[in-house]
C-alpha cells in the first residue's frame, strides 16, 4: 500500500530566508502525482503545487518549488524569502495516475515564521 | 470560476442528536465529490466519494452518510452523532474526467458534547 511520511512535525525559519519541507512515499507505481497543500489557522486546505511522476521538470509556483527524486520516492517543498502569510500547516499528499479519489496524506509539518 | 461552499461553519451537537452537513460547487458540472475528516493535528481521512447523482463510495465503515441528490450537492449525515465524530469536515471536488487536483471547501468544525 502507498504511504506518505513528512519526518519533520514542525519548522521554523526567519522572515525573507528559505525553507525546506521534506517528504517521502512509497509505491510501486510509475505514474502518479503529487501535492502539497497548505493549511492556514482558518484550516481552509490550499493546493500549493502538483507535481506529475511522468515529468522530469520540478514544479515552481512563484516562491514554492519542489526538488523531485523519483528513484528516492522523495518529493520536498522549498519556499523562498518565507513571508509571514506562510506559516500554516503543509501536507503532502500522493495520488496513483488511474485513481478517481485516493489522495493519500502525510500528517503535515507545521511551519513558523519568525518575523 | 469554479467556487465550493459548506455549511455550517461551526457547529456544535450534544451526543445522540442526527447531523446533516451540506456542501455545494458552483461553476463546474459532474464533478467528482469528496467528504474528508481532520481530527486535531492530523491529516486528512477520506470518508466518502462521489462520481455522480446516488452514487456514493464509503471508505471507512462508522455511523456517518453520504448523499449526493444533485449533481452539485453533496451531503454528510449522521442519525445519532458520537463524542468521536467530533472534527474539520471538509469537501472536495475534482473535475469529472480530468486528473486535475482536488479543490477543498472551507470546512465545518464539529463539535459533539
Known amino acids: 500500500a502507498q504511504t506518505v511520511t513528512q519526518s519533520q512535525p514542525e519548522m521554523s525559519v526567519q522572515e525573507a530566508e528559505t525553507v525546506t519541507l521534506s517528504c517521502t512515499y512509497d509505491?510501486?507505481?510509475?505514474?502518479?502525482?503529487l501535492f502539497w497543500y497548505k493549511q492556514p489557522p482558518s484550516r481552509q486546505m490550499i493546493l500549493v503545487i502538483r507535481?506529475?511522476?511522468?515529468k522530469q521538470q520540478n514544479a515552481t509556483e512563484n516562491r514554492f518549488s519542489v526538488n523531485f527524486q523519483k528513484a528516492a520516492k522523495s518529493f520536498s517543498l522549498k519556499i523562498s524569502d518565507s513571508q509571514l502569510g506562510d506559516a500554516a500547516m503543509y501536507f503532502c499528499?500522493?495520488?496513483?495516475?488511474?485513481?478517481?479519489?485516493?489522495?493519500?496524506w502525510g500528517a503535515g509539518t507545521k511551519l513558523i515564521i519568525k518575523p | 470560476s469554479q467556487t465550493i461552499h459548506q455549511w455550517p461553519a461551526t457547529l456544535v451537537q450534544p451526543v445522540g442528536s442526527p447531523l446533516s452537513l451540506e456542501c455545494t460547487v458552483e461553476?463546474?458540472?459532474?464533478?467528482?465529490l469528496y467528504w474528508y475528516r481532520q481530527a486535531a493535528g492530523r491529516g486528512l481521512q477520506l470518508l466518502f466519494y462521489?462520481?455522480?447523482?446516488?452514487?456514493i463510495s464509503s471508505e471507512v465503515p462508522q455511523n456517518l452518510s453520504a448523499s449526493r441528490p444533485q449533481d452539485r450537492q453533496f451531503i454528510l449525515s449522521s442519525k445519532k452523532l458520537l463524542l468521536s465524530d467530533s472534527g474539520f469536515y471538509l469537501c472536495?471536488?475534482?473535475?469529472?474526467?480530468?486528473?486535475?487536483?482536488?479543490?477543498f471547501g472551507p470546512g465545518t468544525r464539529l463539535l459533539v458534547l
Open positions: 472536495a471536488w475534482r473535475e469529472l474526467g480530468t486528473k486535475e487536483t482536488q479543490y
Open positions: 461553476g463546474t458540472s459532474n464533478p467528482n
Open positions: 462521489s462520481v455522480g447523482i446516488g452514487q
Open positions: 509505491t510501486s507505481e510509475s505514474d502518479y502525482y
Open positions: 507535481q506529475e511522476a511522468y
Open positions: 499528499a500522493y495520488r496513483r495516475d488511474d485513481s478517481n479519489y485516493q489522495l493519500i
